[in-house]
């Protein structure tokens, strides 16, 4: 008897519609739909005059016109500007964030890649005020906590108590790009890091990061997500809590994206 094999369906709903790319063709930015100018000047001196359709794919789903926050997953050939793709929209949707908080975190599998990643948010960030952290190792942890970490001023001949001064640390970036090992030491060791105000969470060259445990850092980073939005949310606080978790195959020369909302 000859069996029938069902073609399997994407478990997520959003997936079995997919948008095609290939639809999209390269647009110049002046034609780009609300791109900040000050992005667009970042831009040009970076020699960009317009965006590859993946970037303006994920643009248009992102940003808008027409935009509504829902769960993505994007295809797109290697080479085809998968870093900008992610990282412009990210920048422009925090340049109107007046606290300095940790808003975006960036994950890749090594320090070469994550300073190729950083490089390019560095380039459009500072363009709308937002600081980019690197956690890579590329420097002792002392050098990266100082990078990292805003300490409160201190004045000379006063006793300060080190529980109080604790609490007065501040982020001093809105985005870090970070590789899992170093990621976990600063979650686990470095007094005022926190997770507590993420908005997006990138995970970049996902098949390599999730084949290898890397100190389970993954399930850590949503954990601690998770409870500060339960926290907020018990203590009856309006609270928007959404993050953005990409994933990048770049098997048979693709990159895949996906969004997850936390709310």
Known sequence: MEVVKMKSEPVLPWMRRPVDVTNFEERTLEAVPCLDPRLKVALQKMSISSLFPVQLAVWQETIGPGCFERDLCINSPTGSGKTLAYALPIVQMLSNRAVKCLRALVVLPTRDLALQVKEVFSAIAPA???????????????????????????????????????????????????????????????????????????????????????????????????????SHFRCGNTFNHFYCLYLTLPNCSTFTAVVLRGD
């Open 128 to 230: 709308v005020g937002l600081s980019v952290g690197l956690a890579v190792g590329q420097s002792s942890i002392a050098d990266e906590i100082s990078d990292l970490v805003k300490r409160p001023k201190l004045e000379a001949g006063i006793c300060y108590d080190p529980e109080d001064h604790f609490q007065d640390l501040k982020s001093a970036v809105h985005i870090l790009v970070a590789t899992p090992g170093r990621l976990m030491d600063h979650i686990n060791t470095t007094k005022g890091f926190t997770l507590e105000h993420l908005c997006y969470l990138v995970v970049d060259e996902t098949d390599r990061m999730l084949r290898e445990a890397y100190q389970a850092w993954l399930p850590t980073v949503l954990q601690l997500t998770r409870s500060n939005y339960e």
